[in-house]
């Protein structure tokens, strides 16, 4: 029996119609009719957040009886500057730790990704002629811009992240270099970060098993993000494809649509108001190929920690239930403030709520393994 992958496409996107679409988004005076009824308000400051729970799983051997928060500690000693802690990674500039706070049982960081000697376009004021022609600033001396941040809490082997701007992947690769930067043995960067489970709702997966995957998210964060992720020929790359064609052949569809340029234009400058949900199964659902089948269980698990925020993970099991991705592995959303002036979380509210959901889980007896 031949078993292969097929993706289907559903969308929905308001308002209906592209006449609808272009007469919604008529501007005056700069913004559009309905921001001009809110008062051309701009996006609050406050940040939806999600705490990932991870654990650092070494290979066999590698560090004989040291945890990671130890190696991390050690670490710090050896680079106590700020200076000392900079490793370069080529997505995200240069990645340090900009506050710490390292006790015995664990250690808090702040770690802050920017890109240097990077010069900021300017746009001219009271400019007596009828075109500006756009001029750059010059880099601040000793500064970046920063891009991203990661704030940690370690303990022993587990570790309670929060990202912005960067992924958990990039996070752990900074680790490998700064253990290294600090002339620990090779095994103690023979690690990664993974999520720790729900316990229950992994059962239920492993006795069930996965049929099917959903993708769910806006054509821009399809572009922008799913389709950024280097995954080669593995599962999660032929999953990432199927997602990106289906993007690709909708957007084709739509285009034949419009009758002129236009409404093409106004297409265009909307796509990232469609929502698209794909979904990927084995020919023959349930009875498709046990390798195929494990190979998308797999592929599904791998995605979750992966997906961009605003792009949903969805897994149905062999028997029907259905599991989104975000219930499989333990973590949490908290609502916090960025700081005025800028665009910074606050440190402080930060560490509140790694520490608030560390002492959630160790009441409920799912920290540590």
Not at 336 to 361: A, C, I, K, M, P
Request: proline residues 4%; hydrophobic residues 40%; glycine residues 8%.
């Amino acid at each position: 029996m031949q078993t292969k992958l097929r993706p289907s496409l559903r969308t929905s996107w308001r308002p209906r119609g592209i006449r609808a679409l272009i007469s919604s988004t008529r501007r005056v005076a700069g913004c559009s009719q309905t921001m001009r009824q809110t008062g051309c308000q701009m996006p609050g400051r406050p940040a939806r957040k999600r705490i990932h729970y991870l654990r650092a799983v070494f290979l066999d051997g590698a560090r004989g009886n040291i945890k990671f928060q130890r190696m991390v500690s050690n670490a710090l000693t050896t680079l106590p500057s700020m200076a000392d802690t900079e490793v370069v990674l080529t997505a995200l500039g240069i990645l340090a730790i900009r506050n710490r706070n390292v006790g015995d049982r664990k250690i808090k960081l702040a770690i802050g990704g920017g890109a240097p000697e990077e010069a900021m376009s300017t746009m001219g004021l009271r400019v007596r002629r009828n075109a500006d022609a756009e001029a750059p600033t010059a880099p601040p001396n000793n500064r970046a811009f920063k891009t991203s941040d990661a704030f940690c809490l370690i303990s022993g082997d587990e570790i309670l992240l929060m990202v912005e701007g960067m992924s958990t992947t990039a996070v752990q690769e900074y680790f490998r270099r700064l253990l290294q930067a600090a002339g620990q043995p090779a095994g103690h960067a023979a690690f990664e970060f993974r999520p720790v489970g729900d316990q229950e709702q992994q059962e239920v997966l492993a006795a069930e098993g996965v049929k099917e995957l959903r993708l769910s998210g806006t054509a821009y964060q399809a572009q922008a993000e799913l389709a950024r992720q280097e995954y080669g020929d593995s599962a999660q790359g032929i999953i990432s494809s199927l997602w990106e064609e289906t993007k690709e052949r909708f957007r084709s569809l739509l285009s034949e649509q419009v009758s002129d340029e236009r409404e093409l234009q106004v297409l265009a400058e909307h796509w990232a108001d469609l929502n698209i949900t794909t979904t990927i199964k084995a020919s023959g659902g349930s009875r498709a190929e046990p390798v195929i089948l494990e190979v998308m269980q797999n592929a599904g698990l791998d995605l979750i920690e992966e997906r961009p925020e605003n792009v949903q993970v969805t897994l149905v099991t062999r028997q029907g239930t259905v599991m989104a991705g975000s219930s499989l592995v333990l973590g949490k959303y908290v609502n916090l403030v960025r700081q005025n002036g800028r665009n910074d979380l606050s440190y402080f509210d930060v560490w509140t709520s790694l520490e608030t959901y560390l002492v959630e889980l160790i009441d409920g007896g799912r920290w540590g393994g």
